[in-house]
């Protein structure tokens, strides 16, 4: 497409040095415009399918419950948080966000939600003054195989990361959990970005 252009440019070029008649000058300056603007239309056109479809989940995981909390106050997080609830929403995706950041508080609220479901995921996602921007930490229960190959599915979609995994987590809980850690360093479109791929690759 890009050639196109430069054709274009190139003949407005000739046609204005060569043509005697400035009404073809004009006509051919008018062609290269509109053609400029449609050319620069389909790509941002183009641009926003894409992420549209880099986001966009399949009814496959519509009778999955996904159940998200953090326990990291913070402004990045909570924005994070809601983009990501308003992209399952949209989606048709069964998408639990829970705000406290109390153990009691959290772990009640699970297991309220989870007697009901069949299918469910449990993630936690946190904010790190240790971890380093390009660094993300993944914890795991030990015993737990099928979090363990879902852990394995997020670092194969977060290939721009150094993703590590850990997978001795010991848990107590009547439910299993991921929990997902980043840098505080993210800023708030990276945190979004992050969250919303971790999504996506436990669901795909």
Same mark, same amino acid.
């Given at each position: 497409m890009i050639h196109f252009i430069v054709y274009g440019f190139i003949y407005f070029i000739w046609s204005f040095f060569n043509l005697g008649d400035n009404l073809k000058n004009f006509k051919a300056f008018?062609?290269?415009? %509109?053609?400029?603007?449609?050319?620069l239309s389909l790509l941002y056109l183009s641009f926003i399918a894409l992420r549209i479809q880099r986001y966009s989940f399949s009814n496959s995981v &519509?009778?999955? #419950?996904f159940i998200l909390y953090s326990k990291t @106050?913070? &402004?990045k997080i909570n924005s994070a948080l809601k983009y990501a609830k308003d992209k399952m929403d949209k989606s048709y995706c069964l998408l639990t966000v829970? #705000?406290? !950041? =109390? !153990? +009691? $508080?959290? $772990?009640? +609220?699970?297991l309220s939600k989870i007697r009901y479901y069949d299918n469910y995921i449990v993630l936690e996602f946190n904010e790190s003054s240790?971890? /380093? =921007? /390009?660094t993300i930490l993944i914890s795991v /229960?030990? +015993? #737990? %195989? @099928? $979090?363990l190959q879902? *852990?394995?599915k997020l670092k194969k979609n977060l290939l721009d990361k150094k993703v590590n995994i850990l997978n001795n987590m010991v848990n107590k809980k009547a439910y299993s959990v991921i929990k997902l850690e980043i840098s505080k360093n993210n800023n708030l479109g990276e945190t979004e970005d992050?969250?919303? @791929? *971790?999504? &996506?690759s436990l669901i795909e």
């Open positions: 008018l062609i290269f415009i %509109v053609f400029l603007f449609s050319f &519509y009778n999955i #419950n @106050k913070s &402004y829970l #705000n406290s !950041d =109390k !153990d +009691e $508080e959290i $772990e009640s +609220e699970i240790i971890l /380093d =921007k /390009d /229960d030990k +015993e #737990n %195989v @099928k $979090e879902r *852990a394995q992050i969250l919303l @791929k *971790a999504l &996506y």
